[in-house]
């Protein structure tokens, strides 16, 4: 044990406790992914989203949130799977993300929230060399939490404005 004076009264921390983080699990199709819960705002059933022409097929469309248009993104279309097909437990996150400084909110759709769970840095490995079925940038890293493993995401690259701008425009080319 180790005495931890920035607490008030002296206090005693065992020195055994780990750094963890807590994330958002969900899932897209049979996998199971988290992200982390500081950037989550808030969940909402899914519902009426304004489709948005000429977009690509990961962009869902738009939602006015309380006097906010939101772009929403599909996630699993993102990854380059097909589009999530909607069900009834099928609901759009609703998460800052941060790009050239400024906070920026969007709606990622997934198939169904889970939990929140704390996960331990040292339980975090970096993503694998090969075997995933998504672009390993899109991979913050992996945990294994009651012998299932997690797929922590990157929003920061898997929601990369700067390329999704790109992709936008390559499908309005064409």
């Given at each position: 044990?180790?005495?931890?004076?920035?607490?008030?009264?002296?206090?005693?921390?065992?020195?055994?406790?780990?750094?963890?983080?807590?994330?958002?699990?969900?899932s897209l199709g049979e996998e199971v992914f988290a992200m982390?819960?500081?950037?989550?705002?808030?969940?909402?059933?899914?519902?009426?989203?304004?489709?948005?022409?000429?977009?690509?097929?990961?962009?869902?469309?738009?939602?006015?949130?309380?006097?906010?248009?939101?772009?929403?993104?599909?996630?699993?279309?993102?990854?380059?799977?097909?589009?999530?097909?909607?069900?009834?437990?099928?609901?759009?996150?609703?998460?800052?993300?941060?790009?050239?400084?400024?906070?920026?909110?969007?709606?990622?759709?997934?198939?169904?929230?889970?939990?929140?769970?704390?996960?331990?840095?040292?339980?975090?490995?970096?993503?694998?060399?090969?075997?995933?079925?998504?672009?390993?940038?899109?991979?913050?890293?992996?945990?294994?939490?009651?012998?299932?493993?997690i797929v922590i995401v990157d929003l920061q690259h898997a929601?990369?404005?700067?390329?999704?701008?790109?992709?936008?425009?390559?499908?309005?080319?064409?």
């Amino acid at each position: 044990m180790k005495i931890d004076p920035t607490e008030g009264p002296i206090r005693r921390v065992d020195a055994q406790v780990e750094a963890s983080l807590q994330y958002l699990t969900f899932s897209l199709g049979e996998e199971v992914f988290a992200m982390d819960i500081r950037c989550v705002r808030e969940i909402i059933q899914y519902g009426a989203i304004t489709a948005v022409p000429l977009m690509p097929v990961f962009v869902r469309g738009v939602i006015n949130l309380r006097g906010t248009v939101l772009p929403v993104i599909d996630l699993q279309a993102r990854f380059g799977r097909n589009p999530s097909e909607i069900g009834s437990k099928t609901c759009v996150v609703i998460f800052d993300a941060v790009h050239d400084g400024e906070k920026v909110e969007y709606g990622l759709v997934v198939d169904a929230v889970s939990e929140v769970l704390d996960i331990a840095l040292s339980q975090i490995e970096p993503p694998p060399q090969f075997g995933t079925t998504i672009t390993r940038d899109f991979i913050h890293g992996m945990a294994k939490i009651n012998g299932v493993f997690i797929v922590i995401v990157d929003l920061q690259h898997a929601l990369d404005i700067a390329d999704m701008v790109q992709r936008i425009e390559l499908a309005q080319a064409h």
